[in-house]
């Protein structure tokens, strides 16, 4: 499962989720010319999405049933949730998602600490973040509806 496309170091880095007896995040390395040239791991979970972050690449999806964000040096886990974006910054990190149910938005520092959660709506989660904005969906008397909320 692809999570992200980059250019690290002049090359394409393609990042995905790999299953081999358990799920991990590989990182493929490969020439302008399309040729693979190095495969290693990430991370040990689901990535749903990628960022590049100061060079380095950030993870965000799920490790078991629980909203993960993984970062080279730091990794970060909040119960029953998932991650479905991520939004550098140049202060940190901001995470969309879905965490018991709720819609959630969190930002790290750059070391990978939680500054702040917060939950803009109920029975739904965050698809896409923005500068200053929440994009997702939630249900609502039995449709799913778009959301949009300053966050």
Same mark, same amino acid.
């Given at each position: 499962m692809i999570s992200g496309l980059f250019e690290l170091n002049g090359k394409p880095v393609l990042v995905g989720s790999v299953k #081999? +007896? /358990?799920w991990k =995040? /590989?990182?493929f390395e490969f020439t302008e010319n399309g040729e693979l040239i190095r #495969? &290693? +791991?990430l991370g040990k979970g689901i990535a749903l999405t990628a960022a590049e972050m100061g060079g380095k690449i950030i993870l965000g999806g799920y /490790? @078991? &049933?629980?909203?993960w964000v993984w970062g080279r040096d730091w990794e970060v886990t909040l119960p029953n949730g998932s991650a479905t974006s991520l939004l550098p910054t140049k202060d940190g990190l901001l995470? @969309? @998602?879905e965490v018991e149910g709720k819609a959630a938005v969190i930002k790290l520092d750059l070391k990978g600490e939680i500054l702040w959660k917060r939950e803009p709506w109920e029975r739904g989660w965050v698809e =896409?973040? @923005?500068k200053g904005v929440a994009l997702g969906v939630k249900e +609502? +008397?039995?449709k799913t509806v778009i959301v949009v909320e300053r966050v």
């Amino acid at each position: 499962m692809i999570s992200g496309l980059f250019e690290l170091n002049g090359k394409p880095v393609l990042v995905g989720s790999v299953k #081999e +007896e /358990k799920w991990k =995040v /590989k990182a493929f390395e490969f020439t302008e010319n399309g040729e693979l040239i190095r #495969e &290693s +791991e990430l991370g040990k979970g689901i990535a749903l999405t990628a960022a590049e972050m100061g060079g380095k690449i950030i993870l965000g999806g799920y /490790k @078991g &049933s629980d909203l993960w964000v993984w970062g080279r040096d730091w990794e970060v886990t909040l119960p029953n949730g998932s991650a479905t974006s991520l939004l550098p910054t140049k202060d940190g990190l901001l995470i @969309g @998602g879905e965490v018991e149910g709720k819609a959630a938005v969190i930002k790290l520092d750059l070391k990978g600490e939680i500054l702040w959660k917060r939950e803009p709506w109920e029975r739904g989660w965050v698809e =896409v973040l @923005g500068k200053g904005v929440a994009l997702g969906v939630k249900e +609502e +008397e039995g449709k799913t509806v778009i959301v949009v909320e300053r966050v």
